[in-house]
Structure formats: C-alpha cells, structure tokens
DNA sequence: TGAAACTATGCAAACGTTTGCAGAGAGGGT
DNA sequence: ACCCTCTCTGCAAACGTTTGCATAGTTTCA
C-alpha cells in the first residue's frame, strides 16, 4: 500500500538509484531526469522511509528531548523552542516524560539511544554515575545542567540569584530565606553558588526545603518561613512561590508588606498572581532552540573541533509587586 | 561500535535467528538457549535496532501527538498522560506543535506518517478537506475532535456548557455572553451547540468573536462585552477568562459582582487568579491515556471489529468565587 | 522397530533505502 | 581515428532485523 522508491522508479522508468539521487544528491543526475523524478515521485505520494535510510546511512533524522515534568509550566515553553528549530533543521523529536525520577530518565536515554541521533536533556536529574552509563551512548546536549565539558545550554541561574540578592538588598532586607527545589537540581545547586553574593551585604541566608518545585510543595514551605521570622524569601521556582503566596495569604501574612517574595522562571501565571510576583524570567524557547542548534552542529561538523560547545543564555530580574522594603519592627 | 544481533549471536554460538527468536517469540527456543542468550545479549549491552525491525514487521512501534499549540497549558496536561500511557505499551511518542495552524498540521501527520503506527491529533484544527487528504495515511485518534466515525476521545464540550448555563441561569442572570474560540475548533462548535440549554431558562446568549485562546485575546474580547451591557460571560478558555478578568480589572469592573465570569478547561492558574476562576474542568490526563490505549487496540486488534472506538469523558463545573447573582441595576 | 509427530535450530530472503563501482555515451584534443 | 575525460546511469551489496522453510534430533505410539 505505502508508495517506495521502487514504485517511482518504475513509473519514471529509471533505476532506484537514480530516484535515491535525485533527492539526496541532485547534482548527480541529470536536471531533465530529476525534474521528471521528482514530479512522478510527487503523483504517487512518494515520501521516503526514514527508517531505511538511517539504516544505512546511521542517521536517523530524529531527536529526543527528556524532561524531568510535563506540568511544571517552565518545560512546555523550552519544548516549543526546541520544536520549532527542530522542524527548520527537519528533524523530528521524540518526547518523554521521567517524573522527576532520574532512574527512569537514564531508562529512557537508553531506549531512545538507536532510534535517534542525539537527545536533549533538560535540567536533568541523574546522578553523575548514572551520567556516565549514558554519556556516550548516543550525543548529548544538556539543558540547564552543566556537566564536565559536554554540550550544554545554560540559563545563568547564578547571575540571576545575584539579581535577587541585589534587588533584596537594596530594598533593605537583612535576612531572607531560600526555599530549595529538588536536591538532584543543577540549577539548585547553581543558584545556591549565587547565594554569596548576600555576603557583600551582610545579608544573612537561612536555607530551607528540599521542596517539591510545585505549587504543593508551597504550604509546607510557607510555614517554616513564617517560623524563621524572616522579612524576604526566595524560591527555588514560580510554581513554589506561588503555592508560598497562597499559604501565607491563609495565614494572614500580607505580601509584601510583612514578606518580600521572590521567585524563578517567570511563568505565565507569575504576573497574574496577587501580588504580581517578583522573578527572574529566564530565555526559555531561545534556549530550546540553541540546545538544538548545539545539537545539529555536533551531528554535522567532523567532530573534532566542534567549536562552541556552550552557549550561555542571561535572565532577567522582573520587579513586580510582591517585593517590597521590609516592614519596620 | 553498536552492538548488534549478530555480535549477540556470535558470542552465544548461535544463529540470529535463535536471538531474534529469544526476544520475539521465547517459547519457539529452548529454556536453556533462551536464558544464555538474553544473558549475553545484557552482557553486551544490545538493544534490539527498532527501525530495521520495523523495517521487516511494519510496525515501528512509535507514535505521534500533534497539539496546536504548546504554550496553551491544557495541552501539556493531556501530553502527560500520552506519555505515561504510551510508555506503558512500550511505544515511544512523537511531538509536534502546529502552532495553531491548519495547513502545518497536516504537512505534520504525513510526514510523521511513515515513522509511526499512529498518530494523535488534539484539538485538531484542520479543515474537512485537509482532513481527507491525511485519513488513511495512517491510523488517527482524535481528542476533542469527532470527525465522521473516526476513533475519537472526548470531554462533552457540550455538557459542560449546559453545567455553565444551569449555574448561571441558577444565580439569576438573565442576558450571557459567550466569548468564542478558533472558528476551526470542534470543541467551540460543541460548546456552542451546548449553549441551546440557555432556551430552557429563556436566557439570552449574546456571541462574541472569534478570539485567539490566548491570555491575549482577553482584552479586546473584554471590552465587546461591556458594551454588551451583559452580567455574566463564559470565555472558551481560562486563558481567554483571564485575560478578560485583567482587562476588567483595569476598566474598573468588579468581578463577580458586577460581571460574573466562567472559563473552560480548570487549568492550574485558574484557582489562582483573583478572584477565582469558576471553570469546567477536564479530565485532560485521563484523556490523553485514553487516547493511547484506543491507539493501541486500534492497532492490536484484527481491525475488522475494532469494538468501541469512542470514549466519552465527562467533565465537571468547579464553582469558585468569580460568578455570583447579578447586580440589582 | 519403524513411522509419525514434535521440538529446536539454521539458512536465506525480504523490508526500503544508500552508495561504491563500473559501464555507456558524449565531447574534446591530438 | 584514437584515447582521455566527464557526465549520467544502473547493478548489486550492504544496513539490522524477522520469518517461512528446511533439517536434524528427539519423543511417542502402535
């Protein structure tokens, strides 16, 4: 029933490596014989099978893309930028969820490594020895993780700590807490390395959580920043502050006059919040595109000098209503 | 460098048909050679080359979504519960996003379709003729999309609506209006057809739009429907409600008191809004499950009597503080 | 004891491509 | 008239699997 490439040559009385040339390198075949190649193959409906041919030429034209959460709103955006670019290079993109479970992601790698060229991996969430079972089975390009000297594309989540820290200091508050997201976090880690920045202020840091990064994880975190009598918090991401927000509303604690909130990601729903949620916008579909840029470029160029192997993306501290100076006691 | 069933075969002293067999159909190999087999095939590290087998079955064991647009948080919802579903059966998923756009969808579906057993289509937007020209080229499973006897998963839009209406016709309110969605989406077809309840309660329906379904399409629509002079509406989406609720808030429009508002889809921000957002809720995981296992019978059974090719979820109004009784004018 | 019926395995063809190699013309220079 | 080169095309092998058919060995039964 599907149309092959032997159906075209027949009907184009030609050979199929002719057909093959005509499409993959057309300089080969004479312009006449092409153009009648290309239009029978265009009658039947020809579209090669992708499957054949990476089994020959050990490419397969598709990619995978792995995120630790589907619901987390931050993930959705970076996967249309890698959607996007994907499609411009023609590539296609295999999807998958691992459920914050870094076993499952290293499964999924695994699976993924023969039916694609290389894989995305967002903010991942493996161990550095699960790392290694994986690095080399297929190309890799991280998202927001940085480990040793592979592929990565990172969102200067310690630049965009210091912003907050800035931005807190400067208001006046003089201890803030941090609500940490998922301890297997790359970013975590990194906007921790951000936290110093507070030592040029003689700001003092009390450090919460782990919290689960969503909205739920936000009540149990709301009520150990209330017992620290803290005037400002910073959250590991929106999702978390916004479910903090809710909490300490229930608790009668007014935002921001008693408690500066500050989050991460900038989500859609960061400034529709009551207050508006202060927070650091990251570039998300620019750096799904770059991750996949990164990508295409490690597939095509000899592999020795790769050239860039990094690209580094700023964020952005967006001041909205949920920050304040801090109540006088 | 990858391992394949000729090194398994190889190195267990067997034929590749007796590995190939080891995996495929055990009880054709003896106990004995099937365990040593798998052990040095584990040992080795081979993972069977899906796309050469689905060279020779048919069956790539992959299939595709394709949403119309990612940034909408109602599709990562339903994605979700694809992947956990699709994982389950040992398919691997496909995304693509089509931005919303008719022509990309299908340019989508055909070239998807030679690297899959099938394909899901959420919230399709294509037209009758597109959709022609692309059933057949591979098995089709709607969400949100009846489209002739085609195998389909939906949420009763229409039902929904009529909960929508009782409520509002149960507060009082006397003249709604109904803010519409993508002119080519079926699910703003059927909650329009669901809006005939409001006949029941000598109600009077005022339609407005068509709007994008986007936080963006809020304004504008916003404004039509104060100079409606109504005192409720119900927004195709809750990204469109809140887009209304913001411009409202701006005008100075009190909502519920002076304007009752009721989105579709309960997507996380609506709880969150202010005040929050009375919705209808989806049971979008559930949904993209669903549409999996119809997939995957679809294409298991003989086909002939392929039993139910529907299934119909419900969904369900969550009243929040966003409507109440009409302002006595 | 021999035929019949299984059971377990191997051989080789097929799936739809790409690609190295070789051959057929055509054109050009001597 | 010859050889060389160049352009275009076809043949056939390969890629990593699955599977129909054949074969060899083992069991069953009269």
Redesign the pocket.
């Known amino acids: 029933m599907?149309?092959?490439?032997?159906?075209?040559?027949r009907e184009a009385?030609?050979?199929?490596?002719?057909?093959?040339?005509?499409?993959?390198?057309p300089?080969?075949?004479?312009?006449?014989?092409?153009q009648h190649v290309l239009q029978t193959a265009e009658r039947l409906g020809?579209?090669?099978?992708?499957?054949?041919?990476?089994?020959?030429?050990?490419k397969t034209g598709n990619f995978g893309v792995i995120v630790p959460d589907l619901s987390n709103p931050f993930f959705p955006t970076v996967l249309k930028g890698v959607q996007a670019r994907a499609r411009e290079a023609d590539y296609a993109v295999f999807l998958a969820d691992c459920d914050e479970n870094p076993a499952e992601e290293m499964a999924l790698v695994q699976a993924m490594a023969?039916q694609v060229d290389g894989v995305i991996l967002c903010s991942s969430r493996m161990t550095p020895s699960q790392l290694d079972r994986v690095v080399g089975t297929t190309s890799l390009v991280f998202i927001n993780r940085q480990v040793r000297d592979n592929p990565a594309v990172l969102m200067g989540p310690a630049a965009g700590m210091r912003q907050a820290i800035d931005h807190l200091a400067a208001l006046g508050h003089r201890r803030v807490a941090y609500l940490n997201g998922p301890k297997a976090s790359w970013s975590n880690r990194e906007r921790r390395r951000g936290l110093r920045q507070a030592a040029r202020y003689a700001m003092e840091i009390v450090e919460l959580g782990p919290f689960a990064p969503r909205f739920e994880g936000g009540p149990h975190a709301a009520d150990l920043v209330i017992a620290e009598g803290v005037t400002a918090l910073i959250a590991f991401n929106d999702l978390l502050a916004l479910g903090v927000m809710s909490r300490l509303a229930d608790r009668g604690v007014a935002v921001p006059e008693e408690m500066s909130v500050v989050g991460f990601d900038d989500i859609p729903m960061a400034g529709m919040a009551t207050p508006p949620l202060t927070t650091v916008a990251m570039q998300n579909e620019r750096a799904g595109r770059a991750a996949v840029d990164l990508l295409v470029n490690l597939l095509t160029v000899s592999g020795a000098d790769a050239g860039d192997l990094r690209r580094d993306l700023d964020c952005q501290l967006i001041v909205r209503a949920s920050t304040t100076v801090p109540a006088r006691s």
């Open positions: 599907p149309v092959t490439i032997q159906d075209v040559a009385g030609v050979s199929v490596s002719t057909v093959s040339r005509a499409f993959t390198v300089d080969l075949v004479k312009e006449e014989t092409r020809y579209r090669p099978n992708r499957a054949a041919r990476g089994l020959i030429t050990g023969k």
